[in-house]
């Protein structure tokens, strides 16, 4: 054991003597404080399980001994997330735990992008003990949303809370080596897992296939590609198939037209000697909406009025995929880019090269 008043390793928390009362003090008053809560991951642990986590992190990969800092570990979300004050810590465990835990501590005054931010500016300056609990509060956490997510989470949100994690422990700047190597591989372990889960199906990703609907070639390629959208996981308005049963003019506009409103992008079939018109209304509509168009043609054929895409369609288009080589893996990546999430790309593709 150090001896007291002797600094340790920094990237340890100060030396002293273990105070094993405290810790056991703090694991009592946090589960007692986050009794009644859970964990937002699938397995709906009890919440207590969290800073148990932290608290073993520290001990097992840190090797950190320093008595404040593990007891601020258990206690760590007790005043963000439960009825405790700063003064009940105080009076409990003492000015240096407290002070660590308000290290730590948001401010919920904030919206939560302004919280996430603000995290990023201030790790830099965060003392030796508050690092260490970050740290191992992040390599949880990222932990957590790789191996149970909490159910409501797609994909993307998941990433975006990888790479968050990640931002923040970089500002941290070196704090202890076996707990920053961890980090890195839960980090890139986290991201290699994503990367091989399809986008998710949820209300704003879903895709309206605009295209020629006329020959049953037209038809069946249409088909194919909503087919392998929806294989990739996004939801898909086809107007061949929603339409498919109404007779009324009037009732095949408002029914694609509330597709169109309901979707996060537009993939439109730009084939033909010409663009179809309906095609082309749904392109101006989806650019006038804000909505991103991805416009395809696979026709070898020249069309337009330069040979190509008509100067609106193409300037309407965030992206353009012409041809038909690798055609799959190129269209999800024009579409991954225009809904601002990372391309998933299938399987062959990606093992492949
Ligand atoms: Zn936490």
Not at 65 to 78: C, E, G, K, V, Y
Not at 110 to 118: A, D, E, S, Y
Not at 284 to 300: C, E, H, L, Q
Request: net charge neutral; glycine share 8%; hydrophobic share 40%.
């Amino acid at each position: 054991m150090a001896k007291q008043g002797v600094q340790a390793d920094p990237g340890r928390g100060a030396a002293g003597p273990l105070d094993f009362g405290l810790t056991i003090a703090a694991l009592e008053f946090a589960a007692r404080q986050h009794r009644d809560q859970r964990r937002k991951g699938a397995d709906h642990a009890p919440y207590i399980n969290h800073p148990i986590a932290l608290l073993h992190l520290l001990w097992t990969v840190g090797g950190v001994r320093d008595s404040i800092t593990l007891a601020a570990a258990l206690l760590h979300d007790t005043v963000e997330d439960t009825p405790t004050t700063a003064t009940d810590l105080v009076n409990r465990f003492g000015v240096e735990v407290a002070a660590v835990v308000a290290e730590v501590t948001d401010n919920k005054n904030f919206p939560k992008l302004k919280r996430k931010q603000i995290q990023i500016e201030r790790a830099a300056n965060l003392s030796d003990r508050a690092k260490l609990v970050k740290l191992a509060d992040k390599i949880c956490n990222i932990e957590d949303v790789t191996h149970a997510p909490p159910t409501t989470w797609p994909v993307e949100r998941r990433r975006q809370y990888l790479d968050w994690a990640k931002a923040v422990v970089d500002a941290l700047g070196p704090v202890n080596g076996p707990l920053g190597d961890r980090f890195e591989r839960a980090y890139h372990t986290g991201l290699s897992l994503l990367d091989r889960e399809p986008p998710s199906p949820t209300a704003t990703q879903k895709l309206y296939v605009a295209a020629p609907l006329f020959s049953a070639a037209e038809r069946a390629f249409n088909a194919k590609v909503a087919s392998m959208l929806r294989d990739r996981g996004y939801q898909v308005f086809l107007p061949q198939d929603e339409a498919a049963t109404l007779k009324d003019r009037g009732a095949i506009f408002r029914c694609c037209l509330s597709g169109l409103k309901e979707s996060a992008a537009i993939v439109a079939i730009l084939d033909g000697a010409d663009a179809d018109s309906g095609t082309c209304w749904e392109c101006g509509y989806g650019y006038g909406a804000g909505i991103p168009v991805v416009a395809v043609r696979t026709d070898f054929r020249l069309s337009g009025d330069a040979g190509g895409f008509n100067a609106m369609l193409a300037g309407g288009a965030s992206s353009v995929v012409v041809g038909t080589d690798r055609l799959e893996a190129r269209l999800l990546g024009a579409i991954a880019t225009a809904l601002n999430t990372e391309a998933t790309l299938p399987p062959p593709l990606r093992d492949g090269r």
